[in-house]
């Protein structure tokens, strides 16, 4: 029998695409489950914001009676204004080794983004780039975070026999902390702050940190303009991110600069890591899981690196020292022994310019594939 693709209509539908990775990657102890609570979220239409700019459609393969397969195709129409071409993604895709399952699901978004009027289709990506994005063609046997997607080692192959090529490929480090901050780094950080009169908060509690929420993402919009396939977070992306990760991050892990007039110009988001956390969830926080959260929250030698951001008009002016100085000290403090980087892009000398003050190892690259219709 051939490959039958089902388009998802249901909430039973939905229920199934979101579990499918459940069951592709069982016993694969590199792959991190996601939350199925936060997956639904992002997916369904009335609950992701960014559906206020963005339209979606999601696939399931079937061989022989079996689920082998899914994929979502994506237009991101702020995106495509940005970049004044029109782009469809692919993104959410999981199949069998079988070129006849990747080739239909591939197709299948393909036929989708033609009848939408795209002329080109670039993926893995999800629907803003605070999604997980990128698919991994180096780093099979090394342990994923939650901020990436994980897949198998055939994916690629598969991907470049149906003409899709390189756009752009995203870079992550492990990283090894010293046990004193670097004495040009405390040096450099110091003059900064004096010469400009910065300053790092001091929050003890995370409701501290939430009168600064909104100024972070502010900085965020205005550093990540340029950005490989970002649009600025409109203000219902913003507010729900507030809520979802502003009550339980550990503020000291999140340093943030301010000038005299106590506005936002820099920040940094540092969280312990919850690789091994996730594992243990099972896709689940209840009724065990949040208490594997919340063990990995208080207690762990590795950290995860997820946001930095400058504002432009302090660019170029040393402030990533002062950021770099006060994670360092984070990570002494806790006794962090190893960090991963997580995706940066691979054009961004400045940020891989950082890594020079740490022991390091480039272990894991990600590719954004990209094909003409």
Not at 5 to 34: A, D, Q, R, S
Not at 44 to 49: E, G
Not at 58 to 82: D, M, P, T
Not at 200 to 226: C, G, H, W
């Amino acid at each position: 029998m051939g490959v039958f693709i089902k388009e998802v209509k249901t909430n039973k539908e939905l229920m199934k695409f979101i579990k499918f990775p459940f069951k592709h990657y069982t016993g694969n102890k590199y792959w991190i489950p996601p939350l199925i609570m936060d997956e639904k979220k992002n997916l369904c239409k009335d609950k992701n914001p960014a559906f206020d700019f963005c339209e979606a459609s999601y696939w399931l393969a079937y061989k022989n009676g079996n689920l082998v397969g899914r994929i979502a195709g994506i237009i991101n129409s702020r995106f495509n204004e940005k970049v004044g071409k029109s782009f469809a993604r692919f993104g959410y895709l999981e199949f069998t080794d079988d070129k006849d399952v990747s080739t239909e699901l591939i197709r299948t978004v393909e036929n989708w983004a033609k009848e939408k009027g795209a002329k080109t289709v670039h993926g893995p990506l999800g629907f803003t780039d605070m999604d997980p994005e990128g698919m991994l063609i180096e780093g099979f046997e090394e342990l994923g975070t939650i901020a990436t997607i994980y897949n198998y080692s055939y994916y690629p192959a598969h991907i470049e026999k149906l003409g899709y090529t390189k756009d752009i490929d995203w870079l992550e480090y492990e990283l090894v902390p010293g046990k004193e901050v670097p004495e040009k780094i405390g040096r450099i950080a110091d003059a900064v702050r004096a010469r400009y009169s910065l300053r790092t908060l001091n929050v003890k509690k995370p409701k501290e940190l939430l009168p600064y929420a909104y100024q972070i993402f502010d900085v965020l919009n205005m550093a990540y303009s340029d950005i490989y396939g970002f649009v600025q977070l409109t203000q219902k992306q913003i507010d729900l991110y507030v809520k979802q990760y502003f009550g339980f991050i550990k503020p000291d892990y999140v340093p943030v600069v301010v000038d005299e007039n106590n506005k936002v110009i820099a920040f940094g988001i540092t969280m312990p890591s919850l690789s091994k956390a996730f594992q243990k969830c099972k896709g689940r926080l209840f009724p065990f899981g949040v208490f594997h959260i919340l063990k990995a929250m208080k207690d762990n030698r590795h950290a995860d690196l997820y946001l930095t951001g400058v504002r432009p008009d302090y660019q170029d002016k040393g402030v990533n020292a002062i950021l770099m100085c006060e994670t360092n000290k984070i990570f002494k403090k806790y006794n962090v022994t190893k960090v991963e980087s997580n995706p940066e892009l691979e054009t961004n000398s400045k940020v891989q310019a950082q890594w020079r003050f740490f022991e390091k190892r480039q272990h894991k690259r990600r590719r954004c594939y990209i094909k003409e219709l």
